[in-house]
């Protein structure tokens, strides 16, 4: 498949493809004008397709050659830099995405492929929709799960998630808050990022990082294996988050707070003077202050609470919830937003608990299995055949390993395993996509029957192996 992977598979433009396409020349000038601070910036286009400088300095992406012609900060490059006609780049590569979805919706492109493009054609359509709308002031919302059904998906995988960023990014689009770090049921708004020489700062800065820069990844980068660092849950990722909040203010009696506790069946309740966060009351703060004082006022009970940024780390507030029970959230625009609890956390981890085990036991019966079987030359010729990775044991090979090991026919028939090759293999690639979402602490429910797969296929290696 040629121009349509930037459809279907949620590639990112390169100013190298505009150049294969003809829309850009090499030696084209781009200016980057900052008429508010009066600095222009000028740069070329190389013919390898990267954008250099006055100084000599030469970059892919065009979000950090303006980074680097400002020498700090964040700009969203593809909109800053203006060829002599008076486009931006990023108008270059709204006119290559519209050539690439006419070729894709032509009848005779349809037929030349097996994939159905009809997905991709009514995302590009919506995403330009989207982009009208974001452009005019009056952006779209939408939940995440009606967000990650454009692509067709109905959960947040690893590999959709990369894809719906690239193709957002494509589009000139971002998500506040950031779609991959909210509960799946949360709203988000398609919007721009800042334009022009404007510099991209406060509201979502996770998603302004990955919408400035993600784009050195796809020029610069080799394909990643789905065993690159692990990312964590984050705040937002848990219900509670940004699902609203009930407050008082400091002017507050103890008998509307204790109302508003005992009818929504709170433990605490923070304390807000218009966005300015007082503290909190609990139930043993009241205690407390009424204990010391009978005669005790309001602000006596008010205690210190903790606030983070939907977007931070989970695993981070940790020890803030032991020593507090709570911690407040603050949203994208740095309102507080929700509240997560002990009890939150306890949940989110639990209901992961299960199939991260599970994978970790299919993962130490499927290396122990091969290393039983093969040697380390073996496996190093499939897996690391131009010494790139540098296996030198067992230890390092990963799933996707497994996978290639056991789809080569003559490791297949040296296993011995009376199954039929084809299919066990194509389980094991499923169940290796479970595995990504799983060691990615995906925070979307599994599938109904993932967890069974991966119980499946530990039951045949448990019998496999009590036949050796």
Not at 56 to 74: C, I
Not at 347 to 356: E, H, K, L, T, V
């Amino acid at each position: 498949m040629g121009r349509e992977s930037y459809l279907v598979e949620g590639r990112r433009v390169t100013v190298s493809d505009l150049m294969e396409s003809g829309r850009l020349d090499p030696g084209a000038l781009l200016t980057f004008s900052r008429p508010r601070v009066g600095e222009i910036h000028l740069a070329e286009v190389k013919a390898d397709g990267r954008i250099q400088l006055q100084d000599g300095r030469a970059y892919r992406s065009p979000s950090r050659a303006a980074s680097a012609a400002v020498g700090r900060g964040s700009f969203d490059g593809w909109h800053a830099w203006t060829l002599d006609d008076g486009r931006t780049l990023d108008e270059v590569r709204q006119e290559f995405l519209d050539e690439v979805a006419a070729v894709v919706s032509a009848p005779t492109s349809a037929a030349a492929t097996d994939v159905d493009l009809s997905l991709p054609t009514k995302r590009h359509e919506r995403l330009k929709e989207a982009r009208r709308k974001a452009d005019s002031g009056e952006p779209a919302a939408l939940t995440v799960r009606d967000l990650t059904g454009w692509w067709g998906a109905q959960r947040r995988g690893y590999v959709v998630t990369k894809q719906i960023y690239a193709d957002l990014d494509n589009h000139g689009l971002t998500t506040a808050p950031d779609f991959d770090k909210v509960h799946f049921d949360a709203v988000v708004r398609l919007i721009t990022a800042a334009r022009g020489g404007e510099e991209i700062s406060g509201g979502d800065s996770a998603a302004d990082e990955k919408m400035t820069h993600s784009d050195d990844a796809a020029a610069d980068d080799e394909e990643e294996d789905e065993e690159e660092t692990s990312v964590g849950l984050t705040v937002g990722n848990l219900p509670s988050a940004l699902a609203g909040i009930v407050s008082v203010s400091p002017n507050a009696t103890f008998e509307q707070a204790i109302t508003l506790m005992t009818i929504n069946d709170y433990s605490q309740l923070p304390v807000i003077n218009g966005r300015s966060l007082k503290g909190a009351v609990t139930w043993q703060s009241i205690a407390h202050a009424r204990h010391a004082n009978p005669e005790a006022s309001f602000s006596d009970a008010v205690i210190r609470a903790s606030d983070v940024p939907y977007d931070h780390d989970l695993v981070d507030i940790l020890p803030v919830l032991t020593d507090r029970d709570f911690v407040l959230v603050r949203d994208q625009t740095q309102d507080i937003a929700g509240i997560v609890t002990v009890s939150d956390v306890a949940a989110a981890y639990g209901s992961m608990a299960s199939p991260f085990l599970l994978v970790g036991e299919l993962d130490q019966r499927l290396r122990r299995i091969i290393a039983q079987t093969f040697d380390i030359g073996e496996v190093v010729e499939i897996c690391d055949a131009q010494g790139r990775r540098k296996i030198s044991s067992f230890d390092a090979l990963t799933m996707g390993d497994y996978q290639r090991i056991l789809e080569h026919p003559p490791c297949w028939q040296k296993l011995g395993l009376p199954l039929d090759r084809k299919i066990f293999t194509g389980r094991l690639a499923e169940i290796r996509e479970i595995r990504n979402d799983v060691m990615h602490f995906n925070p979307d429910p599994l599938p109904e029957d993932a967890v069974q797969k991966i119980r499946n296929m530990i039951r045949s290696l448990r019998r496999y192996e009590a036949r050796k």
